[in-house]
């Protein structure tokens, strides 16, 4: 795809799943969309295409009756709270007292003037502390479709008329009452959903917190604070001891203990000198250090990570296809089958009535009336309200939110969240050796070069990203320029300096070293001029968290499979130490891509974690996969999941939180049907009281968000790894 872009938009004006289909149909409709996704928990669009025009997507937006903000959904989430606390406060205010009388009324002693009272503080409630739900149902209708909002106000205004009639002497039973209840439990569920969403976020908010808001630029000499928008790369800048690392980078003077925990989950301080990396975001601990900043704004890591966060949990998963399917003719279906069941018991009433009488003997909450109009009206309000979709919408973004939460804590970047589902049924994890089951810090501990060609030889590592070339880039700081560079994946480097060709890489033959291979290490072979010239032999330490990783997925029912390009012998040590008992060596780039393919015929979901460029292609073709945040761009660029701290032991972690998160979506999902299938046609036979109803409504929506929030809970939590 030409100039694919990637957006992500903060919408306003969302109430239910309704809302989000209704605009994510619209973004589609577009020539530039290829794909959109908007998430109600989130208050986000996700789009991709071609040559985006963010003036062009607020228009179509707008076109369905909602609105883009510049500002982030955690502010546009404040604001909303905010107002609805206002608006739930002056409707308890009036609907409380009100109830009480309505109860006085119905059972004890007549209020005198009750209708009234119905009138002016149901008319209170239901246009000025639920004006924004009858402006999002006005909203919908004018656009030509339905929302949430659109039960409520349907549900609402008609309770609310009835006591008008009665006041004007139609007989009538009066339900204004009820009106201001059905707003009351609504603005009282959508003011716990916002709190707990609110709280479901907050991996992302600390993310936030940790990014500088301005920098120590150093410029002509002299320090300037600029916004951190203002820092472009390649300023110096200059970090005081207990400041936050305000952008990525490299120091060029100084020394300092860095606390990078938030990405590497280590507690211990890192030392870092000149030439190292730092992170935005980290914290600079002992002594003032200067550097020179790589990347700053979107291109940074801690904005990837929190924007990777936001699309995954923007995203949707194939599970969620149903609801949408559903929730998108929901709303029609409901009013029309509300008016249909008014309409039967206006008309057949003397023929049901004794079924009515008998039933309120158990059911106490029945209207007990012998008009008919009073309990056509009773039945459509009652249907009306309990039928909105509101946990249907939630079951799935919900628990999309904090299973990626829960995974961002852990260590995990999930880039798809598709993976989420997919992960559950992993079968075959087949992982690369070096940087993946090893730390990937290898060192040298042996070679047989002189010290000229051993210089051309770092220099030329110097320009791979692959662990192995690291080690061997170390053994000098006296580097030449090296003419032309060619790195082959799954093989070496080659290169020309000064007319002469070298070769660094995987042995011919590995039949001549076979002494240091039984050592356990990886042996380099180093040819000049197709000729063979020397060798260096490396050894690369095994990641702590690896053999109980392992051990854990054996445990789970999970084949472990090491595929590495090494050599077999020190395939055959490594896997021995961490209990892998199948083993693919010497394995090319697209051998590995076959390797997975095989897995894939046999059954079961195949996941690959790898981290170095020639990894990519099978990461891309696996079921699931995932990369070593410390691996290559283009590794990670092709993978579903990042883990960025810690080794294989987050794979374990992976697939735990998927199968929590999956397992928690089905049942949002099973309780969010269940309760229709029962509530509607108990509704429509005018067994359930409107106020009941309403209150059963907003109950399944703060359930779906609550079952949601135990990802996060700790004896949910206690089966993964520690950290």
Request: some cysteine; hydrophobic content about 45%.
């Amino acid at each position: 795809m030409k100039n694919e872009e990637k957006k992500s938009f903060t919408i306003t004006g969302m109430t239910c799943a309704n809302c989000a289909r209704t605009i994510e149909k619209a973004l589609l409709k577009s020539e530039d969309v290829k794909f959109a996704a908007v998430n109600l928990a989130t208050n986000t669009a996700f789009v991709v295409g071609e040559n985006l025009d963010i003036e062009k997507i607020k228009k179509i937006v707008e076109s369905v009756g909602y609105g883009i903000t510049d500002k982030s959904p955690e502010e546009v989430e404040e604001k909303r709270y905010k107002k609805i606390k206002k608006n739930l406060f002056i409707s308890l205010l009036l609907t409380i007292p009100l109830s009480i009388l309505m109860i006085t009324n119905m059972f004890f002693r007549e209020i005198p003037y009750f209708t009234l009272i119905e009138v002016i503080f149901g008319g209170i409630v239901t246009f000025y502390a639920g004006r924004d739900t009858i402006k999002g149902a006005w909203i919908a209708l004018t656009h030509k479709h339905t929302n949430m909002d659109t039960l409520i106000f349907f549900g609402a205004t008609t309770a609310w008329l009835t006591s008008i009639l009665s006041l004007f002497g139609l007989e009538i039973g009066s339900f204004g009452a009820i009106g201001s209840m059905i707003i009351s439990f609504h603005l009282l569920g959508r003011f716990i959903e916002s709190y707990l969403r609110d709280k479901a976020t907050k991996e992302i908010k600390s993310l936030i917190k940790l990014q500088a808001k301005e920098a120590r630029v150093i410029i002509e000499g002299k320090e300037l604070m600029l916004p951190i928008e203002a820092v472009k790369e390649e300023m110096i800048i200059l970090v005081k001891p207990g400041e936050r690392i305000p952008v990525d980078g490299v120091i060029i003077s100084g020394k300092s203990g860095i606390d990078e925990s938030m990405i590497s989950g280590e507690s211990m301080p890192a030392k870092k000198g000149e030439n190292d990396e730092v992170i935005g975001g980290s914290l600079n601990l002992t002594s003032p250090i200067k550097i020179k900043a790589t990347k700053v704004g979107e291109d940074s890591f801690l904005s990837q990570m929190i924007n990777l966060i936001k699309e995954a949990q923007g995203a949707k998963v194939p599970i969620q296809a149903l609801a949408d399917r559903i929730t998108n003719w929901f709303v029609p279906v409901i009013i029309s089958l509300a008016i249909f069941s008014g309409i039967f018991w206006y008309f057949g009433f003397e023929t049901f009535h004794p079924f009515i009488e008998k039933a309120s003997n158990y059911l106490p909450w029945i209207l007990n009336t012998n008009n008919p109009v009073s309990f056509a009206i009773f039945v459509f309000v009652a249907t009306v309200v309990i039928a909105c979709p509101c946990a249907l919408g939630l079951a799935t973004p919900m628990a999309l939110i904090t299973g990626t939460g829960l995974s961002a804590k852990r260590g995990l970047l999930i880039r798809n969240a598709e993976a989420i589902q997919t992960m559950k049924d992993v079968k075959f994890v087949l992982m690369d050796k070096t940087g993946t089951i090893t730390e990937g810090h290898p060192k040298v501990i042996e070679h047989n070069l002189d010290k000229e060609t051993l210089k051309v030889i770092a220099s030329i590592e110097k320009n791979s990203n692959h662990p192995l070339a690291k080690a061997i880039s170390e053994l000098t700081n006296n580097y030449i320029k090296i003419e032309k560079i060619e790195e082959i994946p799954g093989k070496g480097i080659k290169a020309f300096v000064n007319n002469t060709e070298y070769f660094v890489g995987k042995p011919q033959d590995y039949s001549n070293y076979s002494k240091i291979l039984e050592k356990g290490y990886t042996v380099v072979e180093v040819k000049v001029n197709n000729k063979t010239h020397g060798f260096l032999a490396i050894v690369d330490p095994i990641r702590p968290d690896s053999l109980n990783a392992v051990k854990m997925l054996k445990n789970m029912g999970i084949t472990p499979i090491m595929v590495t390009g090494d050599n077999e012998k020190t395939a055959e040590i490594v896997a021995k130490q961490v209990g892998i008992d199948k083993i693919y060596a010497q394995v090319k780039p697209q051998e590995k891509l076959d390797i997975i393919r095989k897995y894939q015929a046999k059954g079961g979901k195949v996941l690959m974690v790898g981290d170095g460029m020639n990894d990519a292609a099978a990461l891309k073709g696996s079921d699931v996969g995932i990369a070593i945040g410390t691996g290559t761009d283009l590794a990670i660029d092709n993978a579903d999941i990042i883990i960025t701290k810690e080794g294989i032991s987050k794979i374990v972690d992976a697939i735990k939180i998927s199968q929590l998160t999956f397992s928690v979506i089905k049942q949002n999902l099973f309780w969010a049907f269940f309760y229709n299938i029962i509530a509607i046609p108990m509704a429509m036979m005018g067994l359930l009281h409107p106020a009941i109803a309403e209150a059963a409504m907003a109950f399944s929506s703060i359930t779906v968000i609550l079952n949601s929030s135990k990802i996060n809970e700790k004896r949910y939590s206690k089966s993964l790894t520690k950290n």
